[in-house]
Structures are given as C-alpha cells and as structure tokens.
C-alpha cells in the first residue's frame, strides 16, 4: 500500500508541474502579445483631407490638401469641375510608404468661383476621396493692376507698359491703350492695336516712338469698359556729346546737341565723384554722383534740336557727362543726360589764367 500510495503521489506532483508551467507559459505569451501586436506597422487605405487654395494669380492657382500613406505607398490627385461630379482631374503623384501624413498641392488653371473640387488619394488596401469643397474666390472684381511709376523715356525711344487684368473673366480679355499728351488736357484717344490678355491676365503694350511726355491708361474694350489708373509717362531730351582735344594736354572742347529743340535751358559739364550714402531710400546705397564743374547756355539752333559748345580744362582724371537742366515748372519734356565719356587730366593751368569758359 505504501508503494502505491508514493506512487500515486509522484504523479499528480509531475501533472501539477506542468500545469503550472503551462500556465506561466500562457501567462507570459499573454503579457507578449500587445507587444508584438505593437511593433508590427499597421497598413490599410490612405487618409486624406481636402484642404484649401493659395498661390491664387488670375484664373491659375494651387489645390491643397494632407494624405497619410498609412504604410503603403500611394497616388493621390485632386478632381474638379462646376458641379460635384467634376471632370477634370490633376496628374497624379506619389508618396513613399514610410511617409507620415504630409501637406500636398497641385496647381490647376481653369477654377473658377463655385467651382468643387476634392483630394482622393489611392494605394493597395483601397481609395479615399476627401470631402467636396467650394472654390470662392475671396473678390471676383475685375481691376487692372499698372506699376506705380515707369523710368524716364529718352526722346525718340520706346516705351513699355506691362500690367494685369485681375477677377474671374480676367483671362482672354481684349484690352486697348489710350493716351493723353501733355499737357493733359485732350481726351484719352486709343493708340496702336487691342491685345489680349493671356491666361492669369497679363498684358503689354509697346509705343515705338514717344516724342512728348504723355499720360496712359488701359481700357476694356466692351460697352461698360473698365479704365485703369492713369499712368505718366515723362519724356526725358535726347543728349549727344562729342569731344575734340587740342594741342594742349587737358584742354578740350565738348559739343552735342539736344532734341527736341528747346527755347531755354542749361547745360552742365559733370565728374562723376565719390559720395557719401544719404538718408532716404534713393540715396541710402548711394556711393557716387555726378557734380558740375562747368555750366554753359543751351543755345536754339533749328526747329528740332538746340546745340551747346565749352571749352574745358581737364584738371581731374574721371568720367564725365553732359546733363540738360530745364526750367522749373511744368513742361512737355524732363531734364536729360548724355552718355559718359572718361576724359583725362591736364598740367596745372597758369596762375590767373581762367580754367573753363563756356562758349
């Protein structure tokens, strides 16, 4: 009996070990499983949002949205059209599977206001569009858009003008140029040819040859057209300058002439020199300028052009210039320069003998 008994005791002792095992076994993969779940990555459909628009330049700007590839690579676009059934739809582009949940945008041309438009964005686990929304423009208003200025226009020269029709109807439009001259008291009258403007609006005019300073603006060309702001365009006189020199080192004679003719005016012989910086925005990067030396009359010569002649002692190495002043008040033309010519000194002259004269 003892024998059976001990027997019988050894058993169940080695049935209770491994149950125990098995239990503390189960209880570990138990506790494992979250873990192991944990680092696995998880990938399924894409997540997308319809963001909304920047970059806005006429009737072109950009859609804007977020995507999450959600581990796996993906394609998204954006669909848009006047009605949510869309019809048109951009190139689609790609985002690598290790890609977090990023900002995306596509430009399109052709959105106008009231437009819908959406993301959708694709990968092996599915498709998701994002939610519809509505493109408003933030103003629909036509207006044109002109530089606040344009540079001088030497007598004779080309002019340029360069602008932008803006709101929804901005692309395509025929647009013409009028003009004004000085003094500004005739009616706007068109000049040259209509354009059209391009696709985000854009439009330029060229005047071949502009002889008078003259004031411009830019018309639609429709039964209520929409006038620009008027926009002046100052005509600066044409100035040539010659140089002869004479036996004497340093002694020379500059001459030109200026168009158009002028009954008054005055001519200024200039060195360029060193200058110290001013305080205001033309002058703060200023390091050089052009100072007088010599002043001579402008001197009326025939129906087109005026002349000038002096006669120079060159007593500093430099770069000269010619430069016409007119007189104060207004007038049909602004002060002009000429080209610079690099002329070089000669000896001292004689005590008492005058330097410069004008002629």
Request: glycine share 10%.
């Amino acid at each position: 009996m003892s024998r059976i008994s001990s027997g019988r005791r050894i058993a169940w002792g080695a049935l209770a070990f491994a149950a125990t095992a098995a239990l503390s076994l189960a209880g570990i993969l138990a506790l494992s499983a979250p873990t192991l779940a944990a680092k696995q990555p998880k990938s399924g459909a894409p997540s997308v949002s319809t963001g909304g628009v920047s970059h806005v330049h006429g009737n072109s700007l950009q859609l804007q949205g977020t995507v999450d590839p959600n581990g796996a690579a993906t394609t998204y676009y954006f669909q848009w059209g006047p009605t949510v059934a869309y019809g048109s739809q951009t190139t689609p582009a790609s985002l690598p599977a290790e890609m977090k949940r990023v900002k995306v945008g596509q430009t399109v041309t052709g959105l106008l206001p009231g437009f819908h438009y959406r993301i959708v964005a694709t990968n092996s686990f599915g498709t998701k569009p994002g939610h519809d929304r509505t493109y408003k423009a933030k103003s629909s208003k036509s207006a044109f858009k002109l530089p606040k200025s344009i540079p001088n226009t030497v007598y004779g020269g080309a002019l340029v003008i360069s602008g932008t029709l803006s709101g929804a109807d901005n692309a395509g439009q025929k647009v013409i140029l009028q003009a004004s001259p000085y003094p500004y008291h005739s009616a706007f009258t068109t000049t040259g040819l209509p354009v059209l403007t391009s696709s985000t609006g854009a439009f330029t005019f060229r005047v071949s040859r502009l002889t008078t300073s003259t004031q411009f603006r830019v018309s639609t060309v429709a039964t209520r057209p929409l006038y620009s702001k008027t926009l002046t365009a100052q005509v600066a006189v044409r100035v040539s300058l010659k140089v002869r020199t004479a036996k004497r080192k340093g002694l020379v004679r500059l001459y030109g002439t200026v168009s158009p003719a002028l009954a008054r005016g005055r001519v200024y012989v200039q060195l360029l020199e060193p200058a110290r910086p001013g305080h205001n925005e033309k002058t703060e990067e200023r390091t050089t300028k052009y100072a007088s030396k010599l002043s001579t009359p402008l001197k009326h010569a025939t129906k087109t052009m005026s002349r000038y002649s002096a006669i120079m002692d060159i007593t500093q190495t430099g770069r000269y210039r010619v430069y016409v002043k007119l007189p104060s008040g207004k007038q049909a033309y602004a002060a002009g320069a000429s080209q610079s010519v690099v002329l070089k000194a000669g000896p001292a002259p004689a005590k008492g003998k005058k330097k410069q004269k004008g002629t």
